[in-house]
């Protein structure tokens, strides 16, 4: 089995703990020959050493995560400064951009961000997805040889000549 974990670049308990606690009820799924049964065992071993190790197995694993609430969610990955959802990452405060040298007074500020991460989240949320509607009508239309297709929003592609300059 120690093989099997390794091969899915688990060498540690800690690692294992938090590759149950990140994916959660199907955690088995992705390693050879690691089924929900063998799965279970480790999980009942792990809870039943958490004072000596230290690592937990959050609630949430015994769930499928379509029936967690947000606040649940919310506390299964931790926020940190390492590689982590957007959402979790935590900017050490000398480098997020609030004393930046370049910065104007913050009166002028056209965003209410204070931070590089406010403003990063401010034009992701701002960027809208196409409806189903649009999507489908990108889909049927095809370019012809030579030419490239032109999407403006709320419009379907259109074709568009490459020499031509799009407005």
């Keep these: 089995m120690a093989r099997r974990l390794e091969a899915a670049e688990i060498f540690t308990l800690a690692q294992l703990v938090e590759r149950i606690n990140g994916v959660g009820k199907r955690w088995t799924g992705s ?4 089924g929900a049964a063998k799965g279970q065992r480790i999980e ?9 190790l230290g690592l937990v197995i959050g609630r949430h694993v015994a769930q499928p995560r379509t029936r967690l609430f947000a606040h649940e969610l ?9 590689i982590r959802p957007l ?5 050490p405060e ?3 951009g609030s004393a930046g040298a370049y910065r104007r007074p913050q009166a002028q500020y056209l965003l209410k961000a204070r931070t590089d991460y406010d403003a990063i989240l401010a034009w992701l949320r701002s960027k809208h997805g196409l409806t189903p509607e649009q999507k489908a009508r990108l889909k049927g239309t ?5 030419q490239r297709l032109r ?3 709320g419009v379907a592609a259109e074709p568009v000549e490459h020499a031509a300059r799009v407005p």
Excluded at 31 to 34: C, K, Q
Excluded at 87 to 91: A, D, I, N, R, S
């Design 31 to 34: 390693i050879t020959a690691l």
């Design 44 to 52: 009942e071993w792990l809870r039943e050493h958490e004072g000596t």
């Design 74 to 82: 919310q506390t299964v990955v931790q926020p940190a400064t390492g």
């Design 87 to 91: 959402e979790k990452f935590l900017v």
């Design 94 to 96: 000398a480098l997020d």
């Design 142 to 146: 095809k370019a012809a040889p030579g």
């Design 151 to 153: 999407r403006a929003a």
